[in-house]
């Protein structure tokens, strides 16, 4: 029966590519209008045909992790353009409109995000072993969307660029201070004040990013202009001249976001810079991955740019800026997974076979997400006043450029 029902619903779904479906039964179906390679997935148990039909998102991720559901060559990635390709087309699995309805309606109780059980979220996947991270970011660990200036650049440089446009946003001068909220493994931290002479405070949940970055911030000889600290930003009680937060806001949950806004417009000073970098999505609000959020990022959502914005209006701040970059992270993320191959059989050790399918999944599943379905970055440049910045991007030029930046009084 269920074998039924799930050919009735990829034949509904999938009208673009090529894709072959071996059940359990034996029994070989095709479906799509041959438009690509051809993609050849094989289900091994009853049990994964009767969740896929009742709850395909969060059963897709499980079969491939369990290896109930294999792919010929593991062609993951093609079954994810398949996938992304038809439902960014319009078309979807027969109930899940129904069942994507109420995960959007719950999702306030999914994302309540308290300081402890935000903490537990920030946990459950940044504490993870300091070996898996090395293993596939670039030497200086950002874990976030680097800034391609040419398809040619080296993941190392992209990452370089990212926190150099940043940088440039900021407008930061020497002795300024900057608070980086959800400072990761320092390496933004570092970068400010090595190379732009600010002093920094850095605030992470994550124990293991906590230990890791102080103990750079000590052998980069910066212990005088960095101050790494296990807390909340929400327990803050101080003013910043410049406020950086890069792959934090995915973790606040829309019930927080107007705490996390009025947060940031309290800790600024009258003419401080905010720079909020997220994932974010280009389609109206909705609800994240069932898989996603059961076993990667717990209480995470990527916001459309309505729900940002409807915020930071309530909180009285300035939107100087709002830049979207699209294919960025698509990138990043293939550089992620080729190294993560690259390292499989290490990995596997460090964890197991189980670990390297769940991780592979996330990798390609994000990748492919902002390839074909509507997932991007946004920056936010937020300010208390209207001129606290340069009235044109010119200075971003300049800076990039190396030549001094006037600020916004001096642009008048």
């Known amino acids: 029966m269920w074998e039924r029902f799930f050919d009735f619903a990829l034949r509904r779904m999938i009208k673009i590519g090529a894709l072959t479906v071996v059940f359990p039964s034996g029994r070989v179906r095709t479906y799509g209008d041959g438009s690509s390679d051809q993609v050849k997935a094989r289900l091994h148990d009853r049990r994964s045909v009767r969740r896929l039909v009742l709850n395909p998102e969060l059963a897709f991720g499980e079969s491939y992790t369990d290896a109930t559901l294999t792919i010929e060559n593991d062609d993951l990635r093609g079954l994810f353009r398949v996938i992304l390709q038809n439902k960014s087309a319009g078309t979807n699995l027969p109930g899940q409109a129904v069942i994507q309805k109420i995960r959007s309606a719950l999702r306030w109780i999914s994302q309540h995000n308290p300081i402890g059980r935000a903490q537990a979220n920030v946990a459950h996947h940044y504490d993870l072993s300091d070996a898996l991270y090395e293993m596939f970011l670039d030497e200086d660990r950002q874990y976030s969307c680097a800034y391609f200036r040419t398809p040619d650049d080296t993941l190392e440089q992209a990452q370089a660029q990212k926190k150099a446009h940043i940088a440039g946003k900021l407008l930061i001068e020497p002795g300024m201070r900057v608070l980086d909220i959800g400072c990761g493994w320092g390496g933004m931290a570092l970068t400010l004040a090595r190379d732009y002479g600010a002093q920094v405070v850095g605030v992470t949940l994550s124990e293991e990013q906590y230990k890791i970055a102080r103990a750079r911030v000590s052998a980069a000889g910066l212990d005088d202009q960095i101050d790494i600290r296990l807390m909340d930003y929400r327990a803050l009680d101080d003013r910043f001249d410049r406020i950086v937060s890069v792959g934090m806001f995915e973790h606040v949950g829309v019930p927080h976001y107007n705490e996390y806004f009025a947060k940031v417009r309290g800790l600024l000073t009258e003419e401080g810079v905010a720079l909020i970098h997220t994932i974010g999505r280009t389609i109206p609000p909705s609800h994240t991955n069932a898989w996603i959020a059961k076993y990667i990022f717990p209480g995470g959502y990527c916001p459309s740019m309505s729900e940002v914005l409807r915020v930071v209006e309530q909180e009285d701040l300035y939107p100087c800026d709002i830049e979207v970059?699209?294919?960025?992270?698509?990138?990043?993320?293939?550089?992620?997974?080729q190294r993560f191959s690259a390292n499989?059989?290490?990995?596997?050790?460090?964890?197991?076979?189980?670990?390297?399918?769940?991780?592979?999944?996330?990798?390609l599943a994000c990748e492919m997400t902002f390839r074909h379905h509507h997932q991007c970055v946004f920056q936010f440049q937020l300010t208390r006043l209207q001129d606290a910045v340069p009235l044109t991007r010119d200075y971003l030029y300049r800076a990039a450029e190396g030549q001094p930046v006037e600020h916004a009084h001096a642009a008048e």
């Open 344 to 363: 499989r059989a290490r990995i596997k050790a460090l964890y197991d076979e189980r670990f390297c399918r769940m991780w592979s999944y996330y990798l």
């Open 325 to 337: 970059w699209r294919l960025h992270y698509a990138e990043t993320l293939r550089h992620w997974h």
